[in-house]
């Protein structure tokens, strides 16, 4: 009866979230073994495809280029991560990274904050906010740079893992939403 109950929760969780943001696309999220909803003009971004049908040289101020550098990083290092980009706006994409778990409150969101900060002193800090959501505890840290490109970056505790999720977009869109996928 209990497991009954608990999916039909997640059913409706889900169908819930799907009514809200019609606009996305189910994506597994391999590890962390669950699927996620995000935007329909967001791919899975691969060296094989979205970034050699988009680039052809290898101008380093390109938007395009320092997200296929950011995907060879990752790549390169033994980080779990699954990596989006907008195929409208390829300078745009969206970035799961899984970490060593972090207990978040909101001391260690003006830590983080100040840690970003100093990485790239060049960045305006627009936002820095403490969610105690029911599903997760949650860190956002947003910034502007030079080139009026806004970097949000997540910091999502559930259960025993951290997930920094990373979006990085031209339009300052906000994607506050993604969150409510931990709570599906």
Known sequence: MLIILFSYSCRNAEE????????????RIE???KDFYIPSHYK?????GVFQKKLQDRD???????????YQQLLESSADFEYFIDESNPANSITF??????????KNM??????LRKQNPNRDLLEKKFY??????????????KAEMFTTQYLISRGSKTISMIVVNSENEDYDHLIKNFSI
Do not use: C
């Open 60 to 70: 380093s101020t390109n938007p395009i280029y320092r997200n296929k550098q950011l």
């Open 44 to 48: 899975k971004a691969s060296l094989g």
């Open 110 to 115: 003006y830590s983080f904050a100040e840690i």
């Open 132 to 145: 105690n959501l029911s599903y997760a505890d949650v860190v956002k840290v947003k910034f502007r740079n």
């Open 31 to 33: 590890f962390l073994e």
């Open 97 to 106: 990274v899984l970490g060593e778990y972090v207990l978040l409150n909101k």
């Open 16 to 27: 819930k979230f799907v009514s809200e943001f019609p606009d996305s696309t189910k994506h």
